[in-house]
């Protein structure tokens, strides 16, 4: 009889359990807040090696000859495909503007419940971009590089964040979240890599620096 007992009460707490489990997947979050995942700290370092280290020049500069924010699916443009997938919960209007949601911002630690709170920073600046090498690209390429949902290159954070970043490296610049410096890091290496932009020697020293903690 103990045992019968024994064991139903086994069966009680396993059910249980598998009750809480199901719980916790409705209730589970059903985006993700966060860039897609950057190279691994190693694999950045060796990256960071072969980058040309060179004197940045932004002459010829204008925001607007990197076409950003292109229509990526139906009404969808690249801000709002964004704001979907860095956001939980995200509701969109049918011209696919978010009227709710919430959105973590690595860069601060801040949450957000309205868009209009958020920026989508390019974490390589536009302005950065064409300092390193993007004056010589194609209109094509720049619009790629400015509309980029592959790599780790736009992300949605709060804008006045994003607004004292500006267009500053590494060196001059980096999260107020210390524990996400590294995957900042790690995203801007693989970035620059991808693109073959170059470096200047302050922004490769502080990059060196970061790299070495992560």
Known sequence: MRRFYARRRVSI??????LIASVALFNAPTASAAL?????ASTARSYLATLTVATEDRTGYDRDLFNHWITISGTCNTRETVLKRDGTNVVTSSACAATSGSWYSPYDGATWTAASDLDIDHLVPLAEAWDSGADSWSSAT???FANDLTRPQLIAVTDNVNQSKSDQDPATWMPSVTSYRCTYVRAWVQVKYYYDLSVDSAEKSALTSYLASC
Do not use: D, W
């Not at 897609?36 to 691994?40: F, L």
């Open 36 to 40: 897609p995942t950057p190279v691994s």
């Open 13 to 18: 707490l396993a059910a249980l359990s598998g």
């Open 142 to 144: 720049r619009q790629a």
